[in-house]
Antibody, heavy 117, light 112 residues
Framework: EVQLVQSGAEVKKPGESLKISCKGS????????IGWVRQMPGKGLEWMGI????????RYSPSFQGQVTISADKSISTAYLQWSSLKASDTAMYYC??????????WGQGTLVTVSS | DIVMTQTPLSLSVTPGQPASISCKSS???????????LYWYLQKPGQPPQLLIYEVSNRFSGVPDRFSGSGSGTDFTLKISRVEAEDVGVYYCMQSIQLPPAFGPGTKVDIK
């Protein structure tokens, strides 16, 4: 069974750094891209970027380029999304999902990030 | 960038009745490889999105056959033949012919 399990909810202050994770199982982790999607409170879905864990090839949506860093450690089947300096506007639910061909088929449960002073 | 629009943005349906959601793209989603890169997702309350339909009309594994997708080019439709209580949530269409992929604004479906 394909599963993506994300790390737990985080509460941070503006300016702090953060790295959240997404662990894949039940399939060949290095053979599929992993995507990250943001959902701000009460809002829709926004595609942030993707990474191919096999070689760490990474592509960012223009809106998120330079704002976040996507990485992966294939030895532990885990992808990451990180911020070096959080802003209140980063408060959102973040989902990872497996990319099959050109669509996201299996999703993680989501990680809620709250940034507040 | 391709812009996705959906109508209506909200829909209240009596159980057992049909429902239909329209999705339009600002550019054709038909690729030169012959595939049309249009997908439908349902996000139930408090849950991550789940894939319903891929490439316009193909139901994903485990999706009930009351869900169907149709359309071509820039105009697409998701139909639910008989709405059930478990179908409540927000429905999103998504294009991926162009990167980055883009989701529509969502259509919220609830039960009367």
């Amino acid at each position: 069974e394909v599963q993506l399990v994300q790390s737990g909810a985080e509460v941070k202050k503006p300016g702090e750094s953060l790295k959240i994770s997404c662990k894949g199982s039940g399939y060949s982790f290095t053979s599929y891209w992993i995507g990250w999607v943001r959902q701000m409170p009460g809002k829709g879905l926004e595609w942030m970027g993707i990474i191919y864990p096999g070689d760490s090839d990474t592509r960012y949506s223009p809106s998120f380029q330079g704002q976040v860093t996507i990485s992966a450690d294939k030895s532990i089947s885990t992808a990451y999304l990180q911020w070096s300096s959080l802003k209140a506007s980063d408060t959102a639910m973040y989902y990872c999902a497996r990319l099959r061909l050109r669509y996201l088929d299996y999703w993680g449960q989501g990680t809620l990030v709250t940034v507040s002073s | 960038d391709i812009v996705m629009t959906q109508t209506p943005l909200s829909l209240s349906v009596t159980p057992g009745q049909p429902a239909s959601i329209s999705c339009k793209s600002s550019q054709s989603l038909l690729h030169s490889d012959g595939k049309t890169y249009l997908y439908w997702y349902l996000q139930k309350p408090g849950q991550p999105p789940q894939l319903l339909i891929y490439e316009v009309s193909n139901r994903f594994s485990g999706v009930p056959d009351r869900f169907s997708g149709s359309g071509s080019g820039t105009d697409f439709t998701l139909k639910i033949s008989r709405v059930e209580a478990e179908d409540v949530g927000v429905y999103y269409c998504m294009q991926s012919i162009q990167l980055p992929p883009a989701f529509g604004p969502g259509t919220k479906v609830d039960i009367k």
